[in-house]
């Protein structure tokens, strides 16, 4: 019987991990561009600050059509400093590297694999916390590239609590890791009808991998049996 607390801070792990891939294609193409920006810039101030000598080129002088100018301005190699998705890459894996240690954690490559790793032998109070600080991280991210929420709806399934169609799994990890939630549904307690496991006043309903309602769940987050329906398919995988 899996703490909710426990079942939040494995979503948030999974979710950031996704999310911080699609934050390294990013950073990519951001230092590609401005990497092409940069000798842009550097070959137009070279070429500036050339100025042709009178004769023919190629005659010891450099006149127009210079070879020696031309593979110069080939070759420029200008420092490219980081931009904004970088910084944040940066600072996401700062904040992860600090959350590690505070936990004393073995270090890793990753400090997000090594939290994720720990989560089952966390209390649930630390997991709380945990949770908190990877949705931000998370948020933060997914505000900087415009992505969707994270998980995948399941418009099929109707939640225990309030009844609305708006459960989504979060099925990006290992299938031990799976949950459904209900974003916007809290739990009552003991008295609530939501079937959670452990039930706890004021906490976001979530569902582990080996509950009833994630019998039917696969990998792509639906449900077997149901058909995808026209707001499935555009909803992101993210």
Same mark, same amino acid.
């Given at each position: 019987?899996?703490?909710?607390? #426990? ?132 948020? #933060? ?98």
């Amino acid at each position: 019987m899996t703490h909710p607390h #426990t079942l939040h801070a494995r979503r948030a792990a999974g979710a950031l991990t996704n999310t911080r891939r699609h934050l390294a294609d990013a950073v990519n193409r951001e230092h590609a561009e401005r990497h092409a920006e940069a000798r842009t810039i550097a070959a137009a101030a070279a070429i500036q600050a050339w100025r042709p000598m009178i004769g023919p080129a190629g005659g010891g002088g450099y006149g127009y059509g210079d070879p020696a100018s031309r593979a110069a301005v080939d070759h420029l190699e200008p420092e490219v400093r980081d931009g904004r998705l970088a910084r944040l890459a940066s600072s996401t894996t700062a904040t992860l590297a600090w959350l590690a240690d505070r936990l004393q954690l073995p270090a890793a490559s990753d400090p997000l694999t090594a939290l994720a790793a720990a989560i089952p032998q966390l209390r649930p109070a630390t997991s709380r916390e945990l949770a908190l600080w990877l949705d931000e991280a998370d948020q #933060t991210i997914r505000e900087r590239l415009a992505l969707d929420h994270a998980g995948q709806l399941l418009p099929g399934l109707r939640c225990p609590r309030c009844a609305r169609r708006q459960l989504r799994a979060h099925t990006t990890g290992p299938r031990p890791t799976w949950t459904i939630t209900c974003p916007d549904c809290l739990c009552a307690g003991d008295t609530c009808p939501c079937r959670m496991p452990v039930r706890l006043v004021d906490v976001p309903h979530i569902w582990g991998h080996d509950h009833p309602l994630a019998a039917g769940l696969n990998a792509a987050g639906a449900v077997a049996g149901d058909a995808p329906t026209r707001e499935d398919r555009s909803c992101a995988t993210t």
